[in-house]
């Protein structure tokens, strides 16, 4: 019974219509407010250049072949996360456990970033009003403290950004991941490049773009690496079955390792893009990089404020710094609603609102942070900042961590060769070898070294 019940969805399932759309669909997974918000402000925490070099580095060694198995075994297998891994485990182990962790880390998640996709929602309608632009660091500090201390601002631009979420990703698949993210992407790049320029020009940029690309090791802590690895996870969206979910949409003639490079590489591009915009402002306006999750809402009025029609372009850039966080929380969303759509054969509608309102209900721990809550602290934390330590820290490299351990040790290596050279069609072998050796040693070591060592467990 239970059995039928996992696999019956695999006949009609839905899948990416076209190569192109699942390019776009796993690149607006990936790319969001990580790029825009998080790496800013954690590369400005952690010392720039050293911790960016630490973060390519595990991008190539962790984030990147966990998303080659992630995708792999979605498509292999064409079901939910949790699902997946029933069915792919051998019968009695609770690798399944990987995919009920992720579904709880998409709650996790979604909490906090709904709450930051608020934040830039708010600062669409505050920057059409005008009154935020302006170089003068009191001035934009007071307006961001403005919004995110006031109770009600908090959550009611919350339950808007997840009424949006929620109605893309009840139209399905195709029309709503697919079709939003195919039109919107390549927009957001043209815009950050202007940004960018702009940014470079002004004057006192060039100790902004040393911060960026001048590497001090000497600033690099071991909370740092950890931090470096979260935020590899976080950005290539893996370490939670989004991966499993979105995998198991491809078709069966999609290049995955080649898939999984492109949008890895891509997606640091994008990051970049965004560092170049920020830190030169950081610096020419006397900003402190390791202003925390303000930063972005900081600097960037700042640099629209030296511009011509800065005003209309700082709309259009947080238009598309929303749009591009939509991408990414449906991805985030689509999970535990692929696994209630497919396990209690809930339809689409019923699964995507009753995940929504879970999300809106729980989210509201997050969005009182730094109002209501301000002062509820777990391990020292707000609840914004436990979200969002536990899942990039903690979650995230265990969950890659079992699933390379699986991949690798557990399915092995004929299955993985055949999955991902497309039963031989695809001539990449060499690729294909030095993903399963990285997977069976590298990955899982170097996860669990950062994890104990940023941890503090061992040292
Ligand atoms: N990668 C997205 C970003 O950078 C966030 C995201 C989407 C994510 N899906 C995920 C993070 C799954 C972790 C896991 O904004």
Same mark, same amino acid.
Request: proline share 4%; net charge neutral; glycine share 10%.
């Given at each position: 019974?239970?059995?039928?019940?996992?696999? +019956?969805?695999?006949?009609?399932?839905a +899948?990416?219509?076209?190569?192109?759309? $699942?390019? =776009?669909?796993?690149?607006?997974?990936?790319?969001?407010?990580?790029?825009?918000?998080?790496?800013?402000?954690?590369?400005?925490?952690?010392?720039?250049?050293a911790?960016?070099?630490?973060?390519? $580095?595990?991008?190539l060694?962790?984030?990147?072949?966990?998303m080659?198995?992630?995708?792999?075994?979605?498509?292999?297998?064409?079901?939910n996360a949790?699902?997946?891994?029933? +069915?792919?485990?051998?019968?009695?182990?609770?690798?399944?456990?990987?995919?009920a962790a992720?579904?709880?880390?998409?709650?996790?998640i979604?909490?906090?970033?709904?709450?930051?996709?608020?934040?830039?929602?708010?600062?669409?309608?505050?920057? *059409?009003?005008?009154? *935020?632009?302006?170089?003068?660091?009191? $001035?934009?500090?007071?307006?961001?403290?403005?919004l995110?201390?006031?109770?009600?601002?908090?959550?009611?631009?919350?339950?808007?950004?997840?009424?949006?979420?929620?109605?893309i *990703?009840?139209?399905?698949?195709?029309?709503? &991941?697919?079709?939003?993210?195919?039109?919107l992407?390549?927009?957001?790049? /043209?815009?950050? /490049?202007?940004?960018?320029?702009?940014?470079?020009?002004?004057?006192?940029?060039?100790?902004?773009?040393?911060?960026?690309?001048?590497?001090?090791?000497?600033?690099?802590?071991?909370?740092? @690496?950890?931090?470096?690895?979260?935020?590899? %996870?976080?950005?290539?969206?893996?370490?939670?079955?989004?991966?499993?979910?979105?995998g198991?949409?491809?078709?069966?003639?999609?290049? /995955?390792p080649?898939?999984?490079?492109?949008?890895?590489f891509?997606?640091?591009? $994008?990051?970049?893009?965004?560092?170049?915009?920020? %830190?030169?402002?950081v610096?020419? %306006?006397?900003?402190?990089?390791?202003?925390?999750?303000?930063?972005? @809402?900081?600097?960037?009025?700042?640099v629209? =404020?030296?511009m011509?029609?800065?005003?209309?372009?700082?709309?259009?850039? %947080?238009?598309?710094?929303?749009?591009?966080?939509?991408?990414?929380?449906?991805?985030l969303?689509?999970?535990?609603?692929?696994?209630l759509?497919e396990? @209690?054969?809930?339809s689409?509608?019923?699964?995507?609102?009753?995940?929504?309102?879970? &999300?809106?209900?729980?989210?509201?721990?997050?969005?009182l942070?730094?109002?209501?809550?301000?002062?509820?602290?777990?391990?020292g934390?707000?609840?914004?900042?436990?979200?969002?330590?536990?899942?990039?820290? &903690?979650?995230?490299?265990?969950?890659?961590l079992?699933?390379?351990i699986? /991949?690798?040790?557990?399915?092995?290596?004929?299955? &993985?060769? =055949?999955?991902?050279?497309?039963?031989?069609?695809?001539?990449?072998?060499?690729?294909?070898?030095?993903?399963?050796?990285?997977?069976?040693?590298?990955?899982?070591?170097?996860?669990?070294?950062?994890?104990?060592?940023?941890?503090?467990?061992?040292q």
């Amino acid at each position: 019974m239970d059995k039928e019940a996992v696999e +019956k969805p695999t006949i009609n399932r839905a +899948k990416f219509a076209t190569s192109l759309g $699942v390019l =776009a669909a796993t690149l607006g997974s990936a790319v969001g407010l990580g790029n825009i918000w998080k790496f800013p402000y954690l590369a400005g925490s952690n010392g720039g250049a050293a911790f960016l070099l630490v973060y390519i $580095v595990c991008m190539l060694l962790i984030g990147i072949p966990v998303m080659v198995t992630e995708l792999t075994l979605g498509r292999v297998a064409r079901s939910n996360a949790i699902a997946t891994m029933q +069915k792919l485990a051998p019968k009695g182990q609770p690798w399944w456990l990987i995919g009920a962790a992720g579904v709880l880390s998409a709650f996790l998640i979604m909490a906090f970033y709904s709450e930051v996709a608020a934040w830039v929602f708010a600062y669409i309608i505050k920057a *059409i009003q005008g009154g *935020i632009l302006s170089t003068d660091p009191e $001035v934009t500090k007071s307006a961001f403290n403005g919004l995110v201390t006031d109770p009600t601002q908090s959550l009611i631009w919350q339950w808007i950004d997840l009424a949006i979420v929620g109605f893309i *990703i009840l139209l399905g698949v195709n029309k709503g &991941i697919e079709g939003a993210t195919k039109k919107l992407m390549p927009i957001l790049l /043209i815009l950050l /490049i202007v940004v960018g320029i702009r940014s470079i020009t002004l004057p006192g940029a060039g100790e902004g773009l040393a911060f960026l690309f001048q590497p001090d090791f000497g600033k690099l802590t071991a909370a740092s @690496f950890l931090i470096a690895m979260g935020l590899a %996870f976080f950005k290539l969206s893996v370490g939670m079955g989004t991966m499993i979910t979105y995998g198991s949409y491809f078709r069966d003639d999609q290049d /995955i390792p080649g898939t999984a490079f492109r949008v890895a590489f891509s997606d640091l591009a $994008v990051s970049l893009l965004a560092g170049i915009a920020i %830190f030169p402002a950081v610096f020419a %306006f006397g900003y402190e990089p390791n202003a925390g999750p303000s930063l972005l @809402f900081l600097t960037i009025p700042s640099v629209f =404020a030296s511009m011509p029609l800065g005003n209309v372009f700082m709309v259009i850039f %947080f238009i598309l710094t929303f749009i591009a966080s939509i991408g990414a929380q449906i991805s985030l969303v689509e999970v535990p609603v692929a696994f209630l759509e497919e396990k @209690f054969h809930l339809s689409r509608k019923v699964a995507s609102i009753s995940t929504v309102v879970a &999300i809106a209900v729980f989210g509201a721990l997050a969005a009182l942070s730094n109002s209501l809550l301000a002062d509820v602290k777990l391990l020292g934390m707000t609840f914004f900042d436990l979200f969002d330590y536990t899942t990039s820290n &903690i979650l995230l490299p265990l969950g890659g961590l079992f699933i390379a351990i699986f /991949i690798s040790w557990v399915w092995g290596k004929k299955k &993985i060769t =055949a999955a991902l050279t497309n039963d031989g069609k695809l001539a990449n072998t060499w690729i294909v070898n030095v993903l399963y050796g990285t997977l069976l040693v590298v990955t899982p070591i170097l996860v669990t070294i950062v994890l104990l060592n940023g941890l503090k467990i061992i040292q």
